[in-house]
């Protein structure tokens, strides 16, 4: 037991040691990010406080698609948004009496817990972009951040 809390330090295991380190380094910081959550726009999905991780390879060869819940640079790499997807390039997006509405068509969004009253006009989402918006429709609609969102700017996708 004693060998397992307080090893010898021998080259061999100042090697692993390193190597350890630089792989959980590179795993965390550039393909795994892990996220702590802080806001209630994604509730009852995310909670506040909660975390999680992003998977920067989830959109490597495939595009995000509607009800992907994406991570988005907002400043940099270290402050990021969670938003869902709702509409892809292309496609007419709007809220009636705060019902979704895709190319006329209302959505069916099972995350959505809150009503809300939200009346957004009809626009079509421009190429290269997504329209994204959080979960948590009950807050008026000036204190959400959504809209058209470049591609370039998704970092990934969450894993859980």
């Known amino acids: 037991m004693k060998s397992f809390f307080l090893p010898k330090i021998t080259r061999g295991f100042v090697l692993r040691l390193l190597v350890v380190t630089a792989t959980a380094f590179l795993?965390?910081?550039?393909?795994?990010?892990?996220?702590?959550?802080?806001?209630?726009?994604?509730?009852?999905?995310?909670?506040?406080?909660?975390?999680?991780?992003?998977?920067?390879?989830?959109y490597l060869l495939t595009e995000p698609a509607h009800g992907d819940v994406v991570v988005i640079r907002f400043s940099g790499r270290r402050v990021v948004l969670l938003k869902r997807v709702v509409a892809l390039a292309g496609e007419t997006v709007e809220f009636r009496s705060g019902v979704l509405f895709v190319n006329g068509q209302p959505v069916d969004e099972p995350y959505v817990q809150s009503a809300s009253d939200w009346q957004l006009a009809p626009r079509v989402v421009e190429p290269g972009k997504v329209y994204v918006v959080g979960d948590n429709r009950g807050v008026a609609m000036e204190r959400h951040h959504f809209g058209q969102v470049d591609r370039q700017r998704i970092l990934?996708?969450?894993?859980w």
Request: proline share 6%; charged share 15%; net charge positive.
């Open 27 to 58: 795993i965390f910081s550039q393909v795994l990010i892990p996220l702590r959550i802080n806001g209630h726009s994604m509730e009852p999905t995310y909670r506040d406080g909660g975390f999680t991780f992003c998977w920067r390879f989830r």
């Open 156 to 159: 990934g996708g969450v894993v």
